[in-house]
């Protein structure tokens, strides 16, 4: 079965340094992987994904995220985090079934 | 841009009641997916539906379910509420067939059910 990892309950950062959450991945075959990031009593808003190509992937807020495989990890990073980038963030793998499976979510902070 | 629809947004019932959570996905997208989210936790997969019909089963409880109709709206039926339903439900919307693009999912904003 394929699935994903975040070692990170929570992330915590000063405005303006660099963010990164970490996701780590289990699959056969290919790997399609996802972040997407949850804000209170929201729905959750697609970020980047991984299918195949360049290893550094962008999306969109600024964010990016690098697909490593011989680590097999795909952490997602901002340059510069901003007092908004505060959220719940969910690092996810898609299957064979075409549905995705969910991390268990990195809460981020960033601290004014 | 359209978005996934979900409705009601907040829904509160008793125990052993019945609820029906309904979905609108994104105009021309094939595949509706169902998510729960307990406090705290991540969403789990809980069925999906392909062209109207299902096409994978997860964690959902034989209490529950769920179909979608001729114009691709969905409904998650739940019956003999009990206090652990109380969740937040996702659907979510996406295209299968894409010309082999592999397409993300796109949620709703989710229907929060109090159950007491």
């Known amino acids: 079965a394929q699935s994903v990892a975040q070692p990170e309950d929570q992330v915590n950062v000063a405005e303006g340094n660099p963010l990164t959450v970490k996701c780590t991945y289990s699959?056969?075959?290919?790997?399609?992987l996802f972040w997407y990031v949850q804000y209170p009593n929201r729905g959750l808003q697609f970020l980047l994904k991984?299918?195949?190509?360049?290893?550094l992937v962008k999306g969109s807020y600024g964010f990016e995220a690098e697909f490593n495989k011989s680590q097999t990890s795909f952490h997602l990073k901002k340059p510069s985090a901003l007092v908004s980038d505060s959220a719940l963030y969910f690092c996810?793998?898609?299957?064979?079934?075409?549905?995705?499976?969910f991390g268990a979510g990195t809460t981020v902070t960033v601290r004014a | 841009a359209a978005g996934v629809i979900q409705s009601p947004r907040h829904l509160i019932k008793e125990k052993r009641e019945t609820a029906t959570l309904k979905c609108y996905p994104i105009?021309?997208?094939?595949?509706v997916y169902w998510y729960q989210q307990g406090p705290g936790q991540d969403p789990q997969f809980l069925i999906s539906?392909?062209?109207?019909?299902?096409?994978d089963k997860g964690s959902i409880p034989d209490r529950f379910s769920a179909q979608q109709f001729s114009d691709y709206h969905s409904e998650l039926n739940m019956s003999s509420l009990e206090l652990g339903d109380s969740a937040l439900y996702f659907c979510?919307?996406?295209?299968?067939?894409?010309?082999?693009?592999?397409?993300?999912?796109?949620f709703g904003e989710g229907s929060r059910l109090t159950v007491l």
């Open positions: 979510a919307s996406s295209q299968r067939l894409a010309g082999g693009h592999v397409r993300e999912l796109f």
């Open positions: 996810a793998v898609r299957d064979s079934d075409y549905k995705l499976s």
């Open positions: 105009p021309r997208h094939d595949t």
């Open positions: 539906f392909y062209e109207k019909m299902q096409s």
């Open positions: 991984y299918i195949t190509g360049d290893n």
């Open positions: 699959v056969s075959g290919n790997p399609y």
